[in-house]
């Protein structure tokens, strides 16, 4: 009997300690799997960051073709790195060769110490010239003085000048060549007069001087905003702007029509004694 409880209290004892290790062994394998998981997630890149590396990749494959189209209509010595089979080749002197494989391109530059320069490569086939270093040299001079000759467009400046109408005539004088001065550098200048104090002033005296001060400058301005009251009627403002060159080109015609018509009338009146005379 002693024995037999024995044996029962033997296996239950078994039974525990294999059930205590089983635990004991899953819970270490979902710890291990637990901390494992992070590092393995964390290798793996996020949606967000693929989605961004694939956007700046796109943007760098924009940037890199924009670079090579400007690179092909550029003027530069292409060399040896003719990417066309066959090209239309013009010798230094402009005259057409006519198609040529780039192997005899490349032997006819080296025979001739000659630069291979791209003129149209969009055409069919790719159209380049030969030149010298020297005809290089002087068309890169030209190329550099055409693109310092175009006007660069910015933002126009406004400077603005206020004054009362009690101004002085040489006052005025002085204000009208310091707004030539700024018109001549394509300024815009804002004239701002204030009504003077001395009531017996004309209503109208603040427009006659802003019409005074374009008067002084013909072919050069013209109002880009024509007086107006503002401060309830206390001042007058307008803005003076230089003439485009379409204005300046026909205010110039004008102007030598009306010298012409003047120079005939002289001459027509000294005509007609000259005529009696004979």
Not at 2 to 14: C, G, M, N, W, Y
Not at 260 to 275: M, V
Request: hydrophobic fraction near 30%; aromatic fraction near 4%.
């Amino acid at each position: 009997m002693a024995a037999l409880l024995l044996k029962r209290l033997t296996l239950q004892t078994i039974k525990t300690e294999n059930t205590c290790i089983r635990k004991c062994l899953g819970k270490y394998v979902v710890q291990k799997t637990a901390l494992a998981e992070p590092s393995h997630i964390a290798s793996a890149p996020s949606p967000s960051c693929l989605i961004h590396a694939e956007a700046f990749g796109t943007e760098d494959t924009q940037d890199k073709r924009e670079k090579e189209k400007k690179n092909a209509t550029a003027f530069r010595n292409v060399g040896r790195k003719i990417n066309e089979r066959i090209i239309q080749v013009l010798d230094e002197k402009g005259n057409d060769l006519g198609p040529m494989h780039r192997a005899k391109v490349i032997r006819l530059m080296a025979e001739q110490d000659l630069r291979l320069v791209p003129r149209d490569p969009g055409a069919q086939p790719p159209r380049y010239q030969l030149m010298t270093g020297t005809q290089m040299y002087q068309e890169r001079l030209r190329l550099r003085g055409m693109e310092r000759a175009e006007p660069k467009p910015g933002p126009t400046l406004t400077k603005e000048l206020t004054f009362s109408s009690n101004i002085g005539q040489h006052d005025l004088d002085t204000k009208s060549k310091q707004i030539q001065q700024w018109i001549e550098k394509k300024y815009k200048v804002q004239i701002t007069i204030k009504k003077g104090k001395n009531t017996e002033e004309p209503e109208n005296k603040m427009e006659e001087i802003c019409n005074q001060i374009l008067q002084t400058m013909p072919g050069i301005a013209t109002f880009s905003s024509r007086p107006q009251p503002i401060r309830g009627g206390k001042a007058v403002m307008c803005i003076l702007r230089p003439l485009s060159q379409k204005e300046e080109n026909a205010c110039r015609s004008a102007l030598g029509t009306q010298r012409g018509d003047a120079l005939n009338r002289e001459n027509g009146n000294d005509g007609a004694p000259n005529a009696l005379h004979q």
